[in-house]
């Protein structure tokens, strides 16, 4: 990676249109710290929203003066913040895989949702609860990390095969293809074993159910994820000029790929087993933010992670109201899924000459 | 331009029905359960003639012997009734998935061969045991229909769906010629229910209850619409916890939140625990969600069979429950 700095220093990036006019990067750490504070204040107001009214005095106890045997107290602490939380990292897992998968493919239909991640890592989750129904919390999410990879494995391959190689609506088309054998299969497990009500419990639930542990086994993942995919950002902006160009600036493409898909498949299979399948995240967010900051992944990436997060809690917590009155849990994934289904039509019909990366193939 | 109006309009209307979602739930009130007819039969006897019985039920026509000796039971809603009419089957195939047989009717059934309750029944094991009547549910034999009558002359019993569990035995003892030995036996029932009726109100008067189901590491609670919902809040008048959900679509269940859980006032919880969610109860009993709950705190909280409130379908299983909740809420005092 370090190679990438003597052939392109970040002011070579050629600082594509950015929205604001900003032609400086001096303020996105700025803006950084800003949508920082967001999220935390976004956080906090989600630590309002449940099935049962909490009042803000006894929020700020539950924080500062916890009370151990108060049941609103335990509530807030041990299940709102740990919920915020989670929505917090796996919008931010997502995105961020979901970034590196469009740079990567340079197809801008790329993401965990319509590449298989989402569906191979539910497929193996229920796999294993059918296999082994004791399994932890640690190996579930292992087996979602693997499904995950089994899931891009097929699409990637199946899509590659044909001539003319993997093209936007290819990736799309076998995306929907290999969800729908994979979700059939499933389906049919869940009919054999008798499963169906408890997997719908676990799609149903989103991020309801975590709890301190899980996000204690997920941070560390999602840690070097993140590290990882900005460690390898400068070659991500550089992959997305074509596989030939960056050969020929000087970079390991087969390394940076293999990086790309272990850090897209960690925080993808993480954020399955941590929320469930949550599409669309991955799809919208990247491009959001590079229509703002451009085509410079140093700055995409932790915009995506940061934008995914928001627009994850965001999610959560119009879900969590949604739920109440009806008595019965909206999980976030349909949220999601009201905002992205429009996104990527919008997507899929724009203009043929836009509709590639900038700087994509020609 | 266009594209754009069009995609915010959508994205406005997206945002105003998520809004609107909020009264569905009144809509939901608007939805009553239609008042289910008291005898609800499943089959029906269209002649007698001195060889047999013609007997029509969900799947067909079938000729039934006067007096068949060799029952092969595969569905509890039959085994049950069997049993209350002191008919011993010859092979039963029962229970639930989580108890495995159904433990209220065992004693009764000691030495009857018993097939496990897989989804798929074993036909060798039917053709070992020369059956001359075979009783199978529609829910998972519906596909052997035809391979279980070249075996034997087969009658459905479907498991009740409208929740009143001990017409079953009015219909097993009509494929059985049985029919005044099943009305007696009902009466007896319904004597009994107005007894448990009687000491309730005067033992447990206003006391209320919730039946919970621990699954998957999450809870669910049983509503009126559940297949015991009119036994224990119509026919025996229990008041429900207030925050049980009044209408319930499909299995007549609800999944509780760990907050709305904490919202119980239940005086006394009915439980069952699926075998891999004994952790998540462990856990959560350890809170003080869980020992707010008025039935916690009074150690009121009584583990039931779920091979009796789930799958005790017929009479016996009616009974069953009955004890069940008179052991738990209206004890017989010693005198």
Excluded at chain 1, 209 to 235: E, S
Excluded at chain 2, 48 to 54: I, Q, V, W
Excluded at chain 2, 120 to 138: G, Q, R, Y
Aim: proline share 5%; net charge positive; glycine share 10%.
């Amino acid at each position: 990676m370090m190679c990438t700095e003597t052939v392109l220093k970040q002011e070579d990036v050629p600082e594509q249109r950015s929205l604001l006019g900003w032609d400086s990067a001096r303020r996105w750490p700025f803006v950084a710290m800003m949508l920082l504070g967001v999220i935390v204040a976004g956080v906090g107001v989600s630590l309002f929203v449940g099935d049962i009214s909490i009042d803000a005095g006894t929020i700020g106890d539950s924080l500062f003066h916890y009370d151990a045997e108060s049941v609103s107290h335990l509530l807030v602490r041990d299940w709102r913040l740990p919920r915020g939380v989670a929505d917090v990292l796996v919008g931010a897992a997502l995105a961020v895989a979901g970034a590196i998968m469009q740079a990567v493919t340079r197809n801008p239909l790329a993401s965990p949702g319509i590449m298989g991640l989402n569906t191979g890592a539910s497929f193996f989750t229920l796999l294993t609860m059918v296999l082994v129904p004791t399994t932890g919390r640690p190996q579930m999410m292992l087996a979602a990390i693997a499904g995950a990879g089994l899931g891009a494995a097929m699409v990637y391959g199946l899509g590659s095969l044909s001539r003319g190689g993997l093209t936007p609506v290819r990736l799309a088309l076998t995306g929907i293809a290999v969800s729908a054998l994979l979700g059939a299969i499933g389906n049919g497990v869940m009919i054999y074993s008798e499963l169906g009500q408890d997997m719908l419990l676990w799609h149903a639930r989103g991020t309801e159910g975590v709890r301190w542990l899980d996000i204690g086994l997920f941070l560390p993942l999602a840690g070097v994820g993140f590290l990882g995919a900005f460690a390898i950002a400068p070659t991500l902006s550089i992959l997305t000029l074509g596989e030939h160009v960056a050969r020929g600036l000087g970079q390991r493409t087969r390394l940076a790929k293999f990086l790309a898909a272990a850090i897209v498949l960690v925080l993808a299979g993480g954020a399955v087993s941590l929320a469930g399948p949550v599409g669309f995240v991955g799809l919208m967010i990247p491009h959001v933010v590079r229509h703002i900051v451009g085509q410079n992944y140093r700055l995409v990436i932790p915009g995506s992670a940061l934008c995914g997060s928001l627009l994850m809690l965001a999610a959560d917590m119009a879900a969590r109201l949604a739920s109440t009155p009806f008595k019965s849990p909206v999980p976030v994934s349909a949220v999601t899924a009201l905002l992205g289904v429009p996104f990527f039509l919008y997507l899929a019909c724009r203009k043929p000459t836009t509709a590639r990366l900038r700087g994509g193939r020609t | 331009m266009t594209i754009k109006l069009i995609t915010l309009s959508t994205l406005l209307l997206f945002g105003w029905a998520l809004v609107r979602t909020g009264n569905l739930g009144q809509l939901g009130d608007r939805w009553k359960r239609p008042e289910p007819k008291a005898s609800l039969r499943q089959v029906k006897v269209l002649s007698t003639t001195p060889d047999y019985r013609l007997v029509k039920h969900l799947m067909g026509n079938t000729k039934v012997p006067l007096a068949p000796q060799r029952i092969a039971s595969l569905c509890g809603a039959a085994t049950d009734s069997l049993v209350a009419l002191g008919v011993r089957p010859i092979l039963v195939q029962g229970g639930s998935r989580i108890d495995g047989a159904q433990l209220y009717l065992a004693d009764s059934l000691k030495g009857v061969a018993v097939m496990p309750p897989d989804s798929v029944i074993s036909l060798e094991a039917v053709l070992a045991a020369k059956p001359d009547l075979i009783f199978a549910s529609n829910m998972q034999n519906g596909k052997l229909y035809g391979q279980l009558s070249k075996i034997a002359p087969t009658v459905f019993i479907g498991s009740t769906g409208d929740g009143y569990r001990e017409n079953r035995i009015l219909d097993v003892g009509e494929v059985l010629g049985m029919q005044e030995k099943a009305e007696r036996r009902l009466a007896e029932y319904r004597r009994r229910l107005e007894r448990a009726k009687e000491r309730l109100s005067s033992q447990a008067k206003n006391e209320p209850v919730a039946f919970l189901r621990f699954r998957k590491n999450t809870s669910v609670i049983y509503t009126r619409t559940a297949m015991f919902g009119p036994l224990l809040f119509e026919q025996l008048g229990l008041t429900p916890d207030p925050a049980m959900p009044e209408v319930m679509m499909g299995g007549g269940w609800d999944v509780l939140s760990i907050e709305r859980l904490s919202d119980l006032r239940a005086e006394h919880i009915f439980m069952t625990i699926d075998p891999d969610s004994e952790l998540y109860l462990q856990g959560v009993a350890k809170t003080p969600i869980w020992r707010n709950i008025p039935a916690a705190r009074h150690d009121h909280v009584h583990r039931i069979a779920s091979s009796t409130w789930l799958s005790g379908d017929g009479v016996l299983g009616c009974e069953a429950i009955l004890d069940d909740i008179l052991a738990a809420m209206a004890p017989e005092r010693s005198p």
